[in-house]
């Protein structure tokens, strides 16, 4: 007989970084001078910024009421660091909570129409927190498939039972939410209001109905809704006429409001409860003094006379853009149709991220960099942030941004389409988005 087998080497954990799937083509990519990613902008966040040394329009942005450089926003930021410092060096439980944040939290809540609110760091921080901690082994937490990875985060963190449905397909929802009555615990539901890469809302009537139908609770990510759509700009759920129905509602300061962090708000008992149990909140720094005050100050223009007229400005651009990329004969989103009765009387909406289906990712790099050379920056999003053969350019707008502008954009993209269609074949057409 021997001796027990003599030890192996231990497994490398940094063995993954190299051979990896992305590695090939990250190579090829930066060696053709095509990566579209961690470009780096000279200026401030204007319709029209300097990248690399050369004016391009910035159609891949968040800043969808262009407040980032209103003056009255660049003022509270200065004033804040002023009273305040750079940094309050702790947890908003010990000693980094300060006059704004409280201001804040109460102006988000009236603006949201529900009992309470509070600011997370970040938005990301914002969405772990929550569900992380609403959420317990026993519960279920039903999700969209097209829901942002920080919701993902937070559901896995939760180690909740997560049961996923089909992007927006109702009668999924419906199977879900029969299944988790047998799965025991509470049961969740968690929507983008507006999806971040495909532009389109969720059904909220229908959501909400179902989830009173089975006793479910709703928590809807506005991230990309919050300051955009609503005659007030609270988003989604208030476009649809459905704020009485949503549990909880999450947004973020990084897109309309012009600054940096998050919020959840909701019934004054469940954001307490959050308050002294969400660890991304009570275990990482208070957002910097200039973040809680330019956010403080956008939202005060949101909520004033001069905000109907901004959210009317972004949304006008929007259909504008998606027009004119349809008549060159690019695959665009269609506008989405609201429900009778919606709010306003509107019936039908173009949110301010308009997709622009490719399909192939290496034909999706290529036409970014013949855009980005025209003068034009837009985002890419490739497989896996979108599904296989799902290759699109996120295009974005500003309420800031002029017809001229975008007439200046839309005639690169003219001139792009057909030079690369001439060379490289034809790309996905009108109606083609969404099939």
Not at 147 to 174: Q, T
Request: one cysteine or more; glycine letters at 12%.
């Amino acid at each position: 007989m021997t001796d027990a087998a003599a030890p192996t080497a231990p497994v490398d954990v940094f063995a993954k970084v190299r051979g990896h799937e992305r590695e090939e083509q990250l190579k090829m990519a930066r060696e053709a001078g095509l990566l579209p990613y961690f470009h780096v902008q000279e200026s401030a966040a204007l319709p029209v910024v300097v990248m690399e040394g050369a004016e391009r329009v910035q159609l891949g942005s968040n800043n969808y009421l262009g407040l980032t450089s209103d003056p009255r926003v660049v003022a509270a930021a200065h004033a804040a660091i002023d009273a305040y410092g750079t940094g309050l060096t702790g947890s908003r439980l010990l000693n980094g909570t300060i006059p704004p944040h409280l201001e804040l939290e109460h102006e988000i809540a009236a603006w949201m129409g529900t009992e309470d609110a509070m600011v997370f760091t970040t938005g990301h921080q914002a969405n772990v927190g929550t569900l992380g901690t609403i959420l317990s082994p026993g519960d279920t937490v039903i999700a969209d498939s097209g829901d942002h990875a920080s919701i993902l985060d937070g559901c896995l963190l939760s180690r909740a039972n997560l049961r996923p449905f089909r992007h927006n397909r109702i009668g999924k929802l419906e199977q879900q939410l029969q299944r988790a009555a047998n799965d025991g615990g509470g049961v969740l539901v968690v929507v983008d209001g507006v999806f971040s890469m495909e532009g389109d809302i969720a059904p909220l009537r229908e959501i909400s109905e179902l989830c009173a139908k089975h006793g479910a609770r709703l928590m809807v990510d506005e991230a990309h809704g919050a300051g955009v759509l609503g005659a007030r700009g609270a988003g989604t759920a208030e476009l649809l006429g459905v704020e009485d129905r949503v549990d909880l509602r999450m947004g973020t300061f990084s897109k309309s409001l012009a600054s940096c962090g998050g919020f959840i708000a909701g019934a004054s008992d469940v954001v307490d409860y959050l308050r002294i149990s969400s660890r991304s909140f009570l275990f990482t720094a208070s957002g910097v003094p200039a973040a809680v005050g330019a956010a403080l100050a956008a939202l005060r223009i949101v909520r004033s006379d001069e905000g109907p007229p901004l959210l009317r400005a972004v949304l006008d651009n929007a259909r504008y853009l998606r027009d004119g990329l349809e008549a060159l004969g690019y695959a665009v989103v269609q506008p989405q149709a609201l429900p009778e009765g919606a709010p306003g009387g509107a019936t039908d909406v173009v949110t301010p991220i308009v997709p622009v289906l490719v399909g192939d990712d290496w034909k999706a790099v290529l036409l970014w960099r013949a855009l980005f050379d025209g003068g034009v920056f837009v985002n890419t999003a490739l497989h896996p942030a979108v599904p296989p053969s799902g290759a699109l350019l996120r295009t974005s707008v500003m309420a800031t941004h002029t017809r001229e502008h975008l007439d200046r954009a839309l005639d690169v993209f003219g001139r792009v389409k057909r030079e690369f269609e001439a060379e490289h074949g034809p790309l996905p057409g009108p109606g083609a988005h969404g099939a």
